[in-house]
T-cell receptor
Framework: GQNIDQPTEMTATEGAIVQINCTYQTSGFNGLFWYQQHAGEAPTFLSYNVLDGLEEKGRFSSFLSRSKGYSYLLLKELQMKDSASYLCAVNRGSTLGRLYFGRGTQLTVWP | GAGVSQTPSNKVTEKGKYVELRCDPISGHTALYWYRQSLGQGPEFLIYFQGTGAADDSGLPNDRFFAVRPEGSVSTLKIQRTERGDSAVYLC???????????FGSGTRLTVV
C-alpha cells in the first residue's frame, strides 16, 4: 500500500506560524496536494506541488522535496478560523486522478 | 451548478437495506470521484469516472458497492445489503480533467443501524 504520514494533532496560538509535515512513500509520484477540512464539512483545496520547492499563496505556503518524500504546509499569522484538519494527499500518476490521503492533522488555534 | 452537490446530506438506514447516494458534479467536469471518510481518517478512494465509464473501480470494497454515471454527469453510488461498517461520510469530487485539484461536495453521512 501507500504510506502517507502526518502528525495527528497540533496546537498553536493566534498570530503564530505553524508547520505541518507530511512524509510519503509511494510507488510513483505525480504531485502532492494539501486540503483543509473543517469539522463536518468537505475538504477544500489549498495547494498543489509537483516540482521541488516552495509555493506561496497568501498566508499559506507549501514545500516539496521529492528526493526526501517530504512536504510541509506552512501557515502564517494564524487565525482562529484556521482551526481545522489538514490533509496531505499524493497522486501516484499511474493511477490516474486517484489521490492517496493521509489521516489528517487536526490543528487547534488558541486565542 | 456552482459546486458539487450531493444528496441526501444525511441518510439513516437499517442493516440489510439498499441505499442510493447521488452526486451532481460541476458542469463540464469530466472526472468524477467517490471517496468515503470515517471519523478521524482521511478520505479513502472508491471509484473514478472519466465521462460515462468507470476508469478505476479498484477501491470498491466488495460487490455490494456499485456506481454509475450513465450520461457523464450525475453519478449514483449504490450500496446493497448495507452493513454497520458501511457507516461513513461518502464524498464525491469532480475536476476538469484527471490529475487536477478536485472540488469536493459536502458529502452524504450514511448511518446504518
Amino acid at each position: 500500500g501507500q504510506n502517507i504520514d502526518q502528525p495527528t494533532e497540533m496546537t498553536a496560538t493566534e498570530g503564530a506560524i505553524v508547520q505541518i509535515n507530511c512524509t510519503y512513500q509511494t510507488s510513483g509520484f505525480n504531485g502532492l496536494f494539501w486540503y483543509q477540512q473543517h469539522a463536518g464539512e468537505a475538504p477544500t483545496f489549498l495547494s498543489y506541488n509537483v516540482l521541488d520547492g516552495l509555493e506561496e499563496k497568501g498566508r499559506f505556503s507549501s514545500f516539496l522535496s521529492r528526493s526526501k518524500g517530504y512536504s510541509y504546509l506552512l501557515l502564517k499569522e494564524l487565525q482562529m478560523k484556521d482551526s481545522a484538519s489538514y490533509l496531505c494527499a499524493v497522486n501516484r500518476g499511474s493511477t490516474l486522478g486517484r489521490l492517496y490521503f493521509g489521516r489528517g492533522t487536526q490543528l487547534t488555534v488558541w486565542p | 451548478g456552482a459546486g458539487v452537490s450531493q444528496t441526501p446530506s444525511n441518510k439513516v438506514t437499517e442493516k440489510g437495506k439498499y441505499v442510493e447516494l447521488r452526486c451532481d458534479p460541476i458542469s463540464g467536469h469530466t472526472a468524477l470521484y467517490w471517496y468515503r471518510q470515517s471519523l478521524g481518517q482521511g478520505p479513502e478512494f472508491l471509484i473514478y469516472f472519466q465521462g460515462t465509464g468507470a476508469a478505476d473501480d479498484s477501491g470498491l470494497p466488495n460487490d455490494r458497492f456499485f456506481a454509475v454515471r450513465p450520461e457523464g454527469s450525475v453519478s449514483t453510488l449504490k450500496i446493497q445489503r448495507t452493513e454497520r461498517g458501511d457507516s461513513a461520510v461518502y464524498l464525491c469530487a469532480s475536476s476538469p480533467t484527471e490529475n487536477y485539484g478536485y472540488t469536493f461536495g459536502s458529502g452524504t453521512r450514511l448511518t446504518v443501524v
